[in-house]
């Protein structure tokens, strides 16, 4: 009853006689239960996201069934990428406009930190940091028009912006 399984006390191996722990939207769930448990951690999770979860008082074990499993895990996902969404009121629409850069190297972020001066604490994780990079990165402001009209001019003259900064596309002779 610690939350540890012996083995002689799991009969979800072989056999599915437990089923899930969970109530859900006012309703005890009847699918079988799974090996994943219903934590304090995931209990937070669930309250902070709103879900209409709750564990069965009545329930001798804390076993939740696959189909809660996954739901509770892709709100978890969701939450873990969409931190800084939620602070600015966005929607799941947003989420593509920006790229992931969850998905970057940590020399990467710390060198856009560096090169936008972005302000952040020392030591932090790679997820952290591309939380306060996105946060900077939704701020600065963008002249679509003249990004496009810039970005086709380019195209046609073969050419590219770091080239104009090292000199080599101006030709002065």
């Known amino acids: 009853m610690n939350g540890f399984s012996t083995g002689e006390e799991d ?6 006689d437990q089923t899930c722990c969970l109530i859900d ?5 009847r699918n079988p239960a799974g090996y994943a448990s219903y934590s304090k951690r995931i209990q937070k999770t669930v309250a902070q996201k709103r879900l209409k979860l709750s564990s069965d008082p009545g329930a001798q074990h804390i076993y939740i069934c696959d189909f809660h ?4 895990q892709s709100v978890r ?3 873990r990428r969409k931190d800084s969404e939620d ?7 947003d989420l593509h ?5 969850y998905q970057l190297h940590v020399s990467t972020l710390r060198r856009y930190k560096r090169h936008f001066k972005v302000q952040t604490r020392q030591g932090m994780k790679r997820a952290q940091l591309a939380d ?8 600065i402001p963008i002249e679509e028009t003249e990004i496009i009209t810039f970005f086709v001019y380019m195209v046609k003259m073969g050419s590219n912006k770091l080239d104009q900064k090292n000199g080599i596309g101006n030709d002065t002779t």
């Open 11 to 16: 009969s979800r191996g072989g056999h599915t």
């Open 25 to 29: 939207d006012m309703e005890r769930c």
């Open 69 to 72: 499993k996954e739901r509770i």
């Open 77 to 79: 996902t969701k939450r």
């Open 87 to 93: 602070d600015s009121n966005e929607t799941d629409t």
């Open 97 to 101: 406009e920006f790229p992931d850069l």
């Open 132 to 139: 306060t990079i996105m946060k900077h990165f939704k701020t």
